[in-house]
């Protein structure tokens, strides 16, 4: 087994871990710990929500999550000889549960506390618990259903520079102007409430905390990208920005949808994840590898061989008005159809909503170009389903 450089114990919060690691994006928080070029190692994670969520079937503790708490990751990892303008080169060679937390969750989040990618169809909080057997789940909230995980780093990414946080944060203070009082926000500001900063404590900690970046979208450093098929075997690029990188990983999926769309999104869980990394000089300008990483999806995923697929055009299901290539409105209104066929099969809204959050749906832009109408598809594997529910599928 690789070293464990980042040990992590599931009954305490992530500020009194024996390495403290960190909840927000900022290039002043200190690295945890150092590695060479070449070296493999392990990291542990907590799920991402710091341990609020129990193994119950009471969702109120999804209602009433502190989103400001999210994502405690684990890192930052210095890589000796990275400098900006590098490029780091991590893979991804095995990534699993903790033995002593071998189950996960997902959820619904509450309209006034996050939302969904539907809010307006699910407004209030819901839960399902998912129990791991070897490379299958189950769940007592979502019966019927079984299938193996891609089990993956819903988050993995590298400090920005102080320029790149400067320029996160005033082009998401511009998008929250629009609109400051809309529910869910249109972005998450700086905020120093629950911030966990590594090893930072005193006028550095307070100064880190009312300027580092929250953790819930990807940037150009990658971060919640929540990138299903970046499981075990994978390889990603990621531009340098800061002396060592400080690489990061957490938020690890036991399983994920295209799209995580109930934005608890994954079959959330504590995990380990083993890593190798390896530096590119002067890779950024060499390989034009500038705003984005670039990654190369690994081997290992489940196979599966017959779909249901459900269509979505870029019309809004409420007003019927009609929009121009709109890409998202076209993915919600496929993820509405999948639901309703699904709800004839004997699952609730909610349900069928996780459900698509949590098992390996395929999530496609089908046609991007026949205007006005965008064209997106949600793929759902019929092997997933139990056989008294494959019996009611259309033949």
């Given amino acids: 087994m690789p070293e464990v ?5 599931v009954t305490k919060q992530m500020e009194e871990q024996e390495i403290p690691g960190h909840n927000r994006w900022h290039p002043d928080i200190p690295a945890a710990v150092s590695v060479k070029p070449g070296e493999v190692f392990r990291m542990e994670c907590k799920e991402w929500t710091d341990g609020q ?9 999804i209602r009433d999550a502190y989103l400001e708490r999210v994502h405690v990751l684990s890192g930052p990892v210095h890589v000796e000889g990275a400098e900006p303008g590098d490029l780091l080169v991590v893979d991804i060679l095995d990534v699993g549960p903790l033995p002593e937390a071998e189950w996960g969750f997902n959820g619904i989040f509450a309209k006034e506390n996050g939302g969904s990618f539907l809010v307006d169809h699910y407004p209030q909080a819901a839960k399902s618990i998912w129990d791991f057997h070897g490379i299958y789940t189950t769940s007592r909230h979502v019966p019927g259903v079984k299938f193996a995980g891609i089990i993956h780093p819903g988050i993995i990414g590298v400090a920005p520079s102080h ?3 400067a320029k996160w944060n005033e082009r998401e203070a511009k998008l929250r102007a629009q ?6 926000t249109l972005a998450n500001p700086p905020t120093p409430d629950y911030a966990v900063l590594g090893s930072l404590r005193g006028a550095q900690f307070e100064r880190v905390a009312k300027e ?5 979208p990807p940037r150009e450093n990658g971060g919640n990208c929540d990138i299903k098929n970046l499981s075990k075997g994978s390889r990603v690029y990621f531009p340098v920005f800061v ?8 938020d690890l999926h036991f399983s994920q949808g295209d799209g995580e769309i109930t934005f608890c999104g994954g079959i959330e869980m504590s995990g380990w994840i083993d890593l190798h990394v390896e530096v590119i000089k002067g890779g950024m300008e060499k390989y034009h590898i500038v705003d984005n990483p670039v990654f190369k999806p690994g081997p290992v995923e489940p196979q599966f061989s017959e779909y249901l697929v459900f269509e979505g055009i870029s019309v809004d299901e409420f007003t019927g008005e009609q929009y121009y290539i709109d890409s998202t409105t076209a993915y919600r209104r496929a993820c509405l159809n999948a639901i309703e066929f699904l709800k004839t099969l004997g699952f609730t809204g909610e349900q069928a909503y996780m459900l698509l959050s949590c098992a390996p749906i395929e999530g496609r832009i089908a046609g991007i170009v026949d205007v006005p109408n965008a064209c997106c598809t949600v793929s759902i594997p019929t092997a997933i389903f139990s056989e008294e529910i494959r019996a009611k599928l259309p033949r």
């Fill in 5 to 9: 450089i980042f040990p992590i114990d």
């Fill in 53 to 61: 969520i129990a193994n119950d079937d009471d969702p109120s503790d």
């Fill in 163 to 165: 320029d790149m946080l």
């Fill in 179 to 184: 609109d400051p009082q809309r529910v869910p």
């Fill in 212 to 216: 580092g970046a929250r953790t819930v």
């Fill in 243 to 250: 002396d060592g990188a400080k690489l990061s990983v957490g």
